[in-house]
């Protein structure tokens, strides 16, 4: 399952049934669960450690140091969780002690080619990154988020569950869960309403979220008095309590 033209550390941990293809290098710290394939030309280097059961294609580079000034050499990690497709030349860089020292990728994700995860992002589960979505430092990404082709997110930015973004979106602030934005910058066009559908939400659920939506959106009410009206409209409706949770933890403001 190594071909023989790979480099691997005495020090790196493989199960036993990992496949690592032609010319990859695998480093020291590096430690990979059952059933994940490396292919060609592949560099994983740093405190990485990667689930089960992953696709990671060719040209890809894994663990690298963070594109950050203030990194010191610090023993940052990243860590991969089971079940994600890491398409052609993505980069994920390893975390830095300003935050919490690691970027981290969930379960069951879809990385097109050339996506770049910078330092301390935080990826949740399901999600679909587009080719050349561009994440910078410290970005949070919530369970099945969308991210269109050529999106780019400026560091520190949310976004929320269930979010998609339209084809080149460059995002400045956060999106609130459930919400459809695209441009430049980022501006809301609605509810992600065909992707709550496909991820088994019910009509009468896509109802209450729509008018979640209208109260940020189109209510007239400033953002202060629209998160009072939305924290009661969770009381009897569990959808919106994922939104309330959001916009209480915003700190770069939304998009509006």
């Known amino acids: 399952m190594i071909h023989p033209t790979a480099i691997i550390h005495e020090g790196a941990k493989l199960a ?11 480093g020291e710290h590096v430690e990979i669960e059952a059933g994940t394939s490396v292919g060609p030309h592949v560099v994983i280097t740093g405190h990485t450690r990667i689930g089960r059961d992953n696709q990671i294609f060719q040209f890809s580079s894994l ?6 000034k203030k990194y010191q050499g610090e023993d940052t990690r990243l860590e991969i969780g089971d079940h994600n497709v890491i398409r052609e030349f993505c980069t994920f ?22 996506v770049h995860l910078a330092h301390d992002c935080q990826i949740g589960n399901h999600t679909i990154f587009a080719n050349n979505a561009q994440l910078a430092g410290h970005v949070h990404v919530g369970d099945y988020a969308i991210l269109g082709g050529f999106t780019v997110v400026h560091q520190f930015c949310r976004i ?26 980022a501006a809301p066009h609605g509810i992600n309403s065909e992707g709550l559908k496909r991820r088994g939400f019910s009509s009468e659920a896509i109802m209450v979220i729509k008018r979640a939506y209208k109260t940020l959106y189109k209510s007239g009410l400033t953002l202060e008095e629209a998160k009072r009206v939305l ?11 994922l939104l309330v949770n959001f916009l209480a933890n915003s700190t770069r403001g939304i998009i509006r």
Not at 63 to 68: A, C, V, Y
Not at 231 to 239: F, I, K
Request: include cysteine; glycine fraction near 14%; aromatic fraction near 8%.
């Open 160 to 185: 929320g569950g269930y979010c998609i973004t339209g084809m080149g979106t460059i995002l400045f602030k956060d999106i609130p869960p459930y919400v459809t934005a695209a441009g430049h910058d």
């Open 93 to 114: 860089n390893r975390g830095t002690s300003q935050d919490v020292g690691v970027t981290r990728v969930g379960n069951d994700n879809w990385i097109m080619a050339y």
């Open 63 to 68: 663990g690298e140091i963070p594109q950050d």
């Open 16 to 26: 036993s049934d990992v496949s690592i293809g032609p010319y990859s290098i695998i």
């Open 231 to 241: 924290a009661e409209q969770s009381q009897s409706n569990p959808e919106i309590q």
